[in-house]
């Protein structure tokens, strides 16, 4: 026996572990099931672990105290050797994680896997999707910029829709009446004790579920589930066409975790740690607050929905998604695996996948919002210019010193709030515009008490410019004609 | 054999209600510590009146961002205990005080005094001189600070973060302005 066999067996006879060992390693899956697409959840749990280590190493510079937090921040990107780099794998890492629980969970509801007798794996499936977001949100405030503090203002204000205990719940969110130095420790503790805590635990009974219950067959079209019959079926299927977890399926999962891996160190080396953005001091007010890539969906759609929908949206939205992902194994729970059978399941997961992708991808580019610096940093186009009036010249100035720029974009450049304008004469005419500028409406506002008569007179006629040069304004037809029988009512006096 | 079984289940029971009375005994601080931030917010503190200096420094007709410190400061805030707000003088010792958080979702508007606006970064909300709502998504005006003019000196009610539920929320509330 060498050296190593008697250690091993020292601690083998302390431990009395090897017959566990041997049945996780050893058990029986579906030799289908050993498939390149069973590789997600094992995957994310990787990230999880690679999040955890390097989250233990940030700790050990960070400091989570409001008023050290950027600070600490900026000596991890500048000060530490390669402190940049632990940085930029966590960031990174969180990323990859959101987006492999999210595939994850597509694939299993997909193929089926959350119906009997695997409705309790799902279920905290569900929560562990819920607790990675929990980890995503409060690791954004960790990082402790103008970013943070303003998406804190945001989640306050969403609480403050709770009706009758709204300030209590703000109050509560951030451990006093304002954010504050209590703001940033309650959600360090959130986000290194609390829920990776029940992180832990929920993904330990998560795994310890897959191995008792057995990894989902692949499904088959017309392999009903039934409650009665579905163990033992099963049960043969395993000792019929099985093949051990270890070698034959592991592989794959070793394989593709590894490459994620690879993939995030390689985005932390190439595109580096996120920010800390500016200092965490609410009086610079000049700032564009935006929440990180996978809470954009979110950004986006409170900038879309109508004022008297966003209270019901924001507060009964999530229950009802929620209920329904919980109660979903329970009214699904039998019946048919394969997705090629299962169309309404199909269209729900495309319908939602293109939603948050529309979504996310406006938020890329934000339409909605004003851009704070157009009126002063964007030029006016010179073919707008050449050969106009001193009036209309002065009417371009009031358009840009009036902040119209920030919401209407011309010649490419300019907010998208509003309208683009470089056509604008085509379709109001002269009277329409002078109207929608001092009264506004449309959501624009009104610019009647900012505006005194000679400047709107000068705006108009600039906007009156803006027309393609072979396509005339906008005439009200109604005066042309009025216009017309005037001439011919003069003419036909002088006969 | 019987009476020594029951009597040591007997004693199980008893440890298990002992330890339930220790788990209430520490469960109570524990509750009262966690809803410390309601509590404490039922004191008050925060509420009282603060120092935004002297009326001079607020021309009349003018909108300005003016600075205090937040009236429950701690040593670790930090950048954060120093609150912003926009003032408007009106005329003489008629003020407004606003909030510099949106009344959609809080973001920092900012004043453009050559057209008379707050606009907000986040999604658009736009808000009149008198901080009545213009347009966009806001489901009101900006949120105005209780204010009051002594020796001199403008004061303010600004140590909570506005929201929609907060008290801050009862003035100005249901002026939309005119909306086109």
Known sequence: ?495 | MSDDVSRRQFFVKVGVVLNGLAAVVLATPVIGYLLAPILRAEGGQYRKWIDLGELDEFPEGQTRLAKYKNPISNAWDGDTDEIPCWVRRAQGETFQVFAVNCAHLGCPVRWFPQSGLFMCPCHGGVYYRDGSRASGPPPRGLFEYPYKVEGGHLMIKGGELPTLASPSASLNKGSTGCQG
């Open chain 1, 1 to 495: 026996m060498s050296r190593l066999a008697k250690i091993g067996d020292w601690f083998e006879q302390r431990l009395k572990i090897a017959p566990v060992v041997e049945e996780t390693m050893g058990h029986r899956v579906p030799s289908q099931s050993a498939s390149w697409f069973y590789v997600f959840g094992s995957a994310a749990f990787t990230v999880l672990l690679v999040q955890i280590f390097t989250g233990i190493m940030l700790a050990l510079i960070y400091v989570p105290s409001a008023g050290q937090a950027w600070q600490s921040l900026q000596y991890l990107n500048h000060g530490v050797t390669l402190g940049w780099y632990l940085r930029a794998v966590h960031g990174w890492g969180s990323n990859f994680m959101v987006a492999l629980v999210l595939i994850h969970m597509v694939q299993v509801a997909l193929f089926g896997a959350y119906k009997f007798p695997r409705e309790l794996t799902w279920i905290i499936g569900v929560f562990l999707l819920l607790m990675t977001l929990g980890m995503a949100f409060t690791g954004q405030v960790m990082r402790f910029d103008q970013d943070a503090y303003w998406g804190l203002g945001i989640g306050a204000s969403i609480c403050g829709r709770v009706p009758f205990i709204g300030a209590k719940v703000v109050h509560l969110l951030l451990g006093g009446p304002i954010i504050a130095g209590d703001t940033l420790s309650r959600f360090f503790a959130f986000h290194v004790f609390v829920i990776p805590g029940l992180l832990i635990a929920f993904v330990s009974v998560h795994l310890l579920m897959v191995l008792k219950l057995g990894i989902n067959d692949w499904p088959m079209p017309g392999r009903l589930v039934h409650r009665s019959s579905y163990v033992k079926e099963y049960e043969e299927l395993t000792k019929k066409d099985g093949v051990p977890f270890v070698p034959d399926a592991v592989w794959k999962d070793m394989i593709f975790a590894s490459a994620v891996i690879g993939c995030v160190l390689v985005c932390a080396a190439v595109y580096g740690p996120y920010g800390p953005s500016g200092i965490p001091d609410p009086t610079i007010v000049q700032t564009v607050p935006k929440p990180d890539f996978f809470f954009q969906w979110l950004y986006a759609l409170l900038a879309f929905l109508p004022p008297q929908m966003e209270t019901p949206a924001l507060l009964i939205g999530p229950v009802v998604i929620l209920a329904w992902l919980i109660l979903l194994p329970f009214f699904a729970g039998e019946g048919e695996k394969s997705w090629k059978r299962r169309p309404i399941a199909v269209v729900i997961i495309l319908l939602a996948a293109v939603t948050l992708g529309t979504l996310t991808h406006l938020a890329s580019y934000t339409p909605w919002s004003p851009i704070m610096d157009a009126w002063s940093g964007d030029p006016v186009p010179v073919q707008y210019l050449n050969g106009r009036t001193p009036l209309e010249r002065q009417g371009a100035a009031i358009f840009q010193e009036k902040q119209c720029r920030n919401c209407h974009s011309i010649g490419g450049t300019g907010g998208m709030r509003g309208p683009s304008l470089d056509s604008v004469a085509v379709r109001k005419t002269h009277a329409q515009l002078v109207r929608q500028v001092v009264q506004g409406g449309g959501n624009m506002p009104a610019y009647g008490k900012n505006l005194n008569p000679a400047e709107v007179a000068a705006l108009v006629s600039f906007l009156d410019t803006l027309h393609p040069p072979n396509q005339l304004g906008a005439r009200d037809a109604a005066a042309q004609i009025s216009d017309e029988s005037d001439h011919f009512a003069t003419g036909s006096g002088k006969q």
